[in-house]
Every structure is written in structure tokens, then in C-alpha cells.
């Protein structure tokens, strides 16, 4: 059974940083991609970040380019999302997910198949 477990959420100031961790597990990930999501109070999820497992390929929202950061350790199967100059619009529950989306959909969250159950990133200013 495949299990998508984020970790590394918290409070912090405004100018901060933050790491998010993803772990995964239960079966093969090499063709598929790891997507940071986030949903914020009375708003729609949206894309943060991925990043496909086999050629290190990533992708950005424009929200967060320049501050965030996705990588992965292939021999853990774990994924992380360096947070850097940290904003109050920031705050989200932030969701891990992995699938195969087809070029050009790596943004779309409905190409991920598993996700996990959330960690909460609240920045104050």
C-alpha cells in the first residue's frame, strides 16, 4: 500500500525558513513525480512545487520561485521543500503527492494518484 507522509510544518516569523519532508513508500516511484500542494484558509488548493523522480526535473509556481526550493534523496525516497524568506501569504496546510502526470501537467493536481494527510506552515508577520 502505498503512504505519502509530510512532516516539517510549524510556526515561524515572516523572513524565516522552513523545511518540508515527504516520505514515500510501497512501491516503485522512478517514473513518477513528487508535487507539493497547498490550501489556504477558504481558498483552492494550488501547485507549489515538483519535481520528477527519474530526471530531477522541477517546476515552480511563480509565487514561490526564487524562494522555495524541492529536491529529492532517491535512496530514502523522500522529497523536501526548503522554504526560504518565508511570507504571511504562505500559510497553508501543505500537501505531498505523487503520480505520473503527463508532460505539460506536472502542475495539475489531478495528476497526482496519492497524497498525504497535510502539514500545517503558518507564517506570522
Known amino acids: 500500500q502505498v503512504q505519502v507522509v509530510e512532516s516539517g510544518g510549524g510556526l515561524v516569523q515572516a523572513g524565516t525558513s522552513l523545511r518540508l519532508s515527504c516520505a514515500a513508500s510501497?512501491?516503485?516511484?522512478?517514473?513518477?513525480?513528487m508535487g507539493w500542494f497547498r490550501q489556504a484558509p477558504g481558498k483552492e488548493r494550488e501547485f507549489v512545487a515538483a519535481?520528477?523522480?527519474?530526471?530531477?526535473?522541477?517546476s515552480y509556481a511563480d509565487s514561490v520561485k526564487g524562494r522555495f526550493t524541492i529536491s529529492r534523496d532517491n535512496a530514502k525516497i523522500t522529497v523536501y521543500l526548503q522554504m526560504n524568506s518565508l511570507k504571511p501569504e504562505d500559510t497553508a496546510v501543505y500537501y505531498c503527492?505523487?503520480?505520473?502526470?503527463?508532460?505539460?501537467?506536472?502542475?495539475?493536481?489531478?495528476?497526482?494518484?496519492?497524497w498525504g494527510q497535510g502539514t500545517q506552515v503558518t507564517v506570522s508577520s
Open positions: 503527492a505523487t503520480g505520473s502526470p503527463p508532460q505539460g501537467m506536472i502542475r495539475s493536481s489531478r495528476a497526482y494518484i496519492y
Open positions: 519535481i520528477r523522480w527519474n530526471s530531477g526535473t522541477t
Open positions: 510501497g512501491r516503485t516511484f522512478s517514473n513518477y513525480a
